[in-house]
């Protein structure tokens, strides 16, 4: 018998603090096992060791409420039986205390905690949370045997506008190949703008990469929106490319054709050094907006930072993060290698 019935599905037994230790049980189809706050694992009864591991990470800020609307009723759908699952599914609900209050974080940045990065701000629920939801994802991707596809994608919103509405950012690869695979998943998914990030990071997709080599992206789905004053219809493309995934439907994708995707590197990080730093772009500016060359981006006493080239364009603009922290990328477009 499912702990959570349809009006009281996993979200609302998240929300609600429902969670009240392990359990295990089975649907007609599936087999269950609610691990911790917000991380459910599903699998099909039937499971063999050839299937795919897919973890599907939303919430990481707690805000960003679309995307978890977007999986929980995938997840309602594959309780009901309505939808059949053709993976092992891991569904991790990041953050529900920052849920709860309607806010990206309460006391940290999450995705500037994994990958080890917990360590460093021990005072902070969402270190304990990030510690914990690496352990879990560790102990799932490690369950994986050898030859399935181990996917990650983490679903966020952006906290602004963007030029181009939905992008992804793949983690650095540690010198793997970018694989056109999952730029043409992304293309099903309406997502065809890419940022290649060029080191390691603290976040949960370069974690999956970088220890379990597994296929992870960080997907932006357009912008963050109180729960329940999200157009579902903007994220059509996310939830159809999921619910192909999971239920083992995804169609044969087209050839890989570079002129169909925006790809971006990240040159440098702007980096907020003192109280002084000063960003000069508007509080309204978009993701992906392009910086003219010579324009003074933003100055932090002594240091400038200068546009170079006309290419350049801006993303994830925020003079207010702490000191030492990252006020903005500046990227440029760049080929796939
Ligand atoms: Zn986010």
Excluded at 15 to 27: D, I
């Amino acid at each position: 018998m499912t702990p959570f019935a349809p009006a009281r599905d996993f979200l609302h037994a998240t929300l609600e603090g429902r969670f009240a230790g392990p359990r295990q049980w089975q649907t007609a189809t599936l087999s269950l096992q609610w691990l911790a706050e917000g991380v459910l694992a599903l699998a099909p009864l039937d499971a063999t060791d050839t299937l795919d591991h897919v973890l599907l990470s939303t919430g990481i800020h707690g805000n960003e409420t679309a995307p978890i609307e977007v999986v929980n009723s995938i997840v309602n759908d594959l309780l009901a039986g309505v939808m059949p699952l053709r993976c092992r599914l891991l569904v991790m609900l990041g953050n529900p205390v920052a849920m709860r209050s309607g806010a990206r974080f309460t006391d940290y940045d999450m995705n500037r905690l994994f990958n080890g990065a917990h360590i460093s701000q021990p005072q902070a629920q969402e270190a304990r949370r990030a510690a914990e939801l690496e352990q879990l994802a560790a102990d799932f991707f490690r369950a994986a045997p050898a030859g399935v596809q181990r996917l990650h994608y983490d679903l966020h919103t952006a906290i602004r506008g963007s030029v181009f509405e939905k992008f992804a950012i793949y983690p650095y690869t540690d010198g793997r190949p970018h694989k056109r695979e999952q730029l043409l998943w992304l293309e099903s998914a309406d997502v065809s703008t890419l940022l290649l990030h060029s080191k390691p990071a603290a976040t949960f997709s370069y974690y999956t990469s970088h220890h379990f080599h597994a296929d992870a992206l960080t997907l932006e789905l357009g912008k963050a929106r109180p729960f329940g004053d999200n157009d579902l219809a903007r994220f059509a493309g996310i939830d159809r490319a999921l619910r192909r995934l999971v239920s083992g439907s995804t169609p044969p994708l087209p050839a890989y054709d570079a002129s169909r995707f925006a790809v971006f590197h990240a040159k440098y990080d702007l980096v907020k050094h003192s109280e002084q730093f000063k960003l000069h772009l508007a509080d309204s500016v978009e993701n992906f907006t392009a910086l003219p060359h010579g324009m003074t981006i933003a100055e932090d006493g002594d240091i400038r930072y200068v546009a170079d080239g006309g290419e350049e364009r801006i993303l994830f603009p925020n003079p207010k993060v702490g000191i030492g922290l990252r006020a903005g990328i500046v990227i440029s477009p760049c080929q796939l290698d």
